[in-house]
């Protein structure tokens, strides 16, 4: 069982900058393909960034490019999503989540095994 722990968020002001850290349990973490997700007021749960175990490729959804980037430090067991120029949509509770066997599809929640409880992220404009 791995578990995963957010931490980072917070109440911001649009353009602002938040980081935020999941930290997991199992060293085996550094063999996980690595995600993000975001569920905002009455939306669905979507994709925001995902990493491979070994950091070497990275994917961001449309809305996140050029302002979100994530990164992993297998060393510390932990997954970070640098956010910067937040905007009032960005406000969301944010989700990290692993993938014990990586089937391609980052995308979707459906892909991942284990998640986080979450962290709030609120972005006043």
């Known amino acids: 069982q791995v578990q995963l722990v957010e931490s980072g968020g917070g109440l911001v002001q649009a353009g602002g900058s938040l980081r935020l850290s999941c930290a997991a349990s199992a060293r085996i973490l550094s063999t996980y393909c690595m995600g993000w997700f975001r569920q905002g007021p009455g939306k669905e749960r979507e994709f925001v960034a995902a990493?491979?175990?070994?950091?070497?490729?990275?994917y961001h959804a449309e809305s996140a490019k050029g302002r979100f980037t994530i990164s992993r430090d297998n060393a510390k067991n932990t997954v970070y999503l640098q956010m910067n120029n937040l905007k009032p949509e960005d406000t969301a509770v944010y989700y990290c989540?692993?993938?014990?066997?990586?089937?391609?599809?980052?995308?979707?929640?459906?892909?991942?095994?284990?998640w986080g409880q979450g962290t709030q992220v609120t972005v006043s404009s």
């Open positions: 989540a692993a993938d014990l066997n990586y089937r391609g599809l980052y995308y979707s929640r459906y892909e991942y095994d284990f």
């Open positions: 990493i491979s175990w070994s950091g070497g490729n990275t």
